[in-house]
């Protein structure tokens, strides 16, 4: 490759009926000028060219460590959700296990709690059966209590009142006891 200096170094020998020596001088500067243009734009270029391939080694620096970041976020977040799956898991199985015991508990209780009401009113039935037995009884005592008393009336002698001829019987003195009256 040409550089400007090879131009500026040149020299070409003179000849007869050449060029002309101020023209050829004149182009060979305004080349010189203008390689050295081109030179300095090409080291500007590869420097250029030098800092966007640090600047891309970098990103790919960058990118890698984000790529090893990510994919360390998604272990992480398929952890954290298989960690929250099985301790949801966990407080599933313990809950349901709460509600059984509960349910058994209450199960238990309410059983207890009808045992007791069975053998309550069992034994309110004894007892109103005893009731009922001395109602019979008392009743059945007051009839033959009432039978013997108007054998006894029965057994009376008719009285007669002295003159105003009120007698009154047995059977109707039983008669009005009966009614409820209170013409004794």
Do not use: W
């Not at 004149?26 to 030098?50: G, T």
């Not at 976020?73 to 898991?89: F, M, P």
């Not at 009884?137 to 009376?156: A, P, R």
Request: no cysteine; proline share 1%; charged share 40%.
């Amino acid at each position: 490759m040409i550089t400007s200096r090879d131009v500026r170094n040149k020299r070409f020998e003179k000849a007869a009926f050449g060029y002309k020596q101020e023209e050829m001088d004149e182009f060979l500067s305004q080349l010189e000028a203008e390689l050295d243009e081109m030179e300095r734009d090409r080291n500007e270029a590869n420097n250029k060219i030098q800092i966007l391939a640090d600047k891309v080694r970098e990103y790919m620096k960058d990118e890698d460590a984000l790529k090893d970041a990510l994919l360390g976020a998604q272990r992480q977040g398929h952890q954290v959700i298989n960690e929250a799956n099985q301790k949801a898991e966990e407080i599933i199985a313990a809950a349901q296990a709460k509600a059984a015991e509960l349910e058994d508990e209450a199960v238990r209780q309410h059983a207890e709690a009808m045992e007791r009401n069975r053998l309550e009113i069992a034994k309110e039935k004894d007892a109103l059966t005893d009731a009922r037995r001395q109602v019979a009884e008392f009743k059945k005592s007051l009839f033959d209590m009432y039978k013997s008393h108007l054998e006894l009336i029965s057994s009376m002698p008719d009285l007669s009142d002295d003159g105003m001829g009120v007698t009154e019987t047995a059977e109707e003195i039983a008669a009005a006891v009966a009614a409820g009256s209170k013409e004794v």
